[in-house]
């Protein structure tokens, strides 16, 4: 009995996958919508619970709270981003994890925790602050790239490429984001006053964009080892039996 049956054959050079794809999308979007609102949460804790000032020498618990929401950001989207990433290659999912938590621990740093500290501190609204620093944290996504790159530095020749990737996909929602917020001012997300749902839309509009790259980049002609145990059991077909999609590298 051949794998045609239970097995699509993925494309040796584009990897395109739609079945992937669309998982991408869908677990990149769940993993945004889960942190935002998470974070709102450590945002409004640091703020109205402990007071989080700079100048009351609170330095140390906002270096926590940054600490947890980057913990929380690679926590949840690494995770969700490791059940596509090992239908192809067998990478660990602490290694895939791990990659995302450096990137967001800069953006919290950066760019979040001064916004939060900002509105506390000149008595603005600390949760719509939050929300609409970590769109503007957008400019740090390629440093996301730059981190995964060197996971799939292992195990594909094409990883490189995916740094390029982020660069334009964070690029293309930049541009686009301003471009509409100069035609409309209800679309002004860039200079703070857009709403809660376009803060949403432009980290989940990056998504489409790092999915085909990321099927590319792990196309089984770019790979230079052993494709991942899903990807394999699953082309094997039934006779392999449920042993060769359980040998998963945790």
């Keep these: 009995m051949t794998a045609s049956g239970s097995a699509r054959e993925v494309p040796a050079s584009s990897g395109w996958e739609p079945r992937l794809y669309w998982r991408w999308i869908a677990y990149n979007s769940i993993a945004f919508v889960i942190v935002l609102t998470v974070g709102v949460a450590l945002a409004l804790l640091g703020s109205d619970v402990l007071h989080l ?16 929401g980057a913990v929380l950001f690679g926590g949840v989207l690494g995770s969700l981003q490791w059940l596509v990433v090992r ?5 660990p999912r602490r290694a895939w994890v791990t990659s995302n938590i450096g990137p967001a621990l ?19 609204d600390v949760s719509m602050a939050y929300l609409l620093a970590a769109s503007q944290s957008l400019a740090l996504g390629p440093l996301l790239g730059l981190s995964q790159s060197l996971v799939l530095r292992k195990v594909t020749g094409r990883w490189a490429w995916w740094i390029g990737a982020n660069l334009a996909s964070w690029l293309i929602v930049d541009i686009a984001l301003l471009l509409l917020s100069r035609l409309s001012g209800d679309l002004d ?8 749902a376009e803060v949403y839309l432009s980290l989940i509009a990056t998504t489409p964009l790092t999915g085909r790259a990321l099927l590319w980049v792990l196309a089984p002609s770019a790979l230079t080892v052993a494709r991942g145990p899903v990807a394999r059991a699953r082309r094997a077909g039934p006779a392999a039996g449920p042993a060769a999609g359980d040998q998963l590298v945790r």
């Excluded at 000032?53 to 709270?65: E, K």
């Excluded at 239908?87 to 990478?91: D, F, L, P, T, Y």
Aim: aromatic share 2%.
């Design 53 to 68: 000032r700079l100048a009351s020498g609170h330095v140390v618990v906002a270096l926590v709270i940054a600490t947890l």
């Design 87 to 91: 239908e192809r290659v067998a990478i």
């Design 189 to 196: 997300v860039l200079r703070g006053d857009g709403s809660v």
């Design 106 to 124: 800069l953006a919290w740093l950066l760019v979040i925790m001064p916004a939060v500290i900002g509105a506390q501190n000149s008595d603005q």
